[in-house]
């Protein structure tokens, strides 16, 4: 076996330098950087690198959604309190650009079930099937919203059915502030024109939206509050659990099935006074 200088074998030498990470060749032939300084290698410089053009990305389509501002929100109330039947306030409703959320939905879901009925419910947006059929709970929340109601012997059509903001949020995002606060004359004016004799707010949103309290959903539950319409009437008002969260938390549904009973005795008390 071929020795180095040192006695150890040239095959050694190489393993040391694999072990130690020099695994490439700089050059065809090896330089003896030992002997007397010679020529050195020709190494030329890298030729200047073409600049890379900088494509900025492209600009999006400018979305017909307008900026919402307090004349906004004057005007929804305006368009709201114009309303003097249910039908006027949808037709209102559908003609309303001041707030963003309807160029980004499919429909406007203004109501389902039967105007002018004891009980509304009320939920927070609608999603992704309710968009797409213009009908508030008509996904898998809205199909076990009508199981429960069944359980206290109501179907749909026995009640009136609504959201706090008739369109979809892009993705189903929480609604902001503001687009609440544009979509508030709205369903406020459509409760006072339903006049329920009782509302259950489906989830927190909701609850707050028609208490004006702020704790989370799982205090206001169960307990009754009073909804005050502009035009002075006082209707009792329920908080309970969103369908949606009982379908991803089905252990809470028995809170749901106390709120659902305490509803029924109160509409049967209200049948006993007629
Ligand atoms: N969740 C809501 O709050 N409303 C609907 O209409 C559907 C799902």
Redesign the pocket.
């Known amino acids: 076996m071929t020795q180095t200088s040192s006695g150890s074998s040239y095959e050694d030498l190489l393993l040391f330098y694999r072990y130690a990470g020099v695994d490439t060749a700089l050059f065809d032939t090896p330089v003896n950087h030992f002997a007397t300084p010679g020529p050195t290698p020709d190494i030329k410089p890298a030729p200047p690198q073409k600049p890379v053009p900088h494509n900025p990305p492209p600009q999006r389509p400018a979305v017909a959604a307008p900026i919402p501002n307090d004349a906004q929100v004057d005007a929804a109330r305006g368009a709201a309190r114009n309303a003097q039947t249910l039908e006027e306030l949808r037709a209102q409703l559908q003609a309303f650009d001041g707030c963003p959320l309807k160029f980004t939905a499919k429909n406007t ?1 203004f109501a389902d079930g039967t105007p002018g009925s004891d009980l509304m419910l009320i ?5 992704r099937d ?1 968009d797409l059929q213009g009908l ?2 008509v ?1 898998r ?2 199909q076990l919203l009508n199981r429960m109601l069944a359980a206290i012997g109501l179907e749909r059509q026995q009640v009136y059915i609504a ?1 706090t903001i008739p369109w979809r949020p892009p993705g189903n995002r929480t609604p902001t502030p503001l687009e609440t606060e544009l979509c508030r004359p709205f369903i406020d004016r459509q409760i006072e024109l339903a006049q329920p004799k009782m509302l259950m707010a ?2 927190g949103p909701a609850a707050k939206s028609l208490t004006g309290a702020r704790e989370g959903i799982l205090r206001l539950r169960g307990k009754w509050y009073v909804y005050h319409t502009a035009n002075g009437m006082e209707i009792p008002v329920l908080p309970t659990l ?1 369908p ?1 969260y009982l379908l991803r938390t089905p252990s809470q549904k028995k809170f749901a099935w106390q709120d659902f009973l305490a509803v029924k005795m109160r509409l049967k008390d209200l049948q006993t006074q007629d």
């Open positions: 879901c939920g927070e947006a609608p999603g309710e508030p709970f996904g929340s809205g959201n489906l989830g969103h949606a």
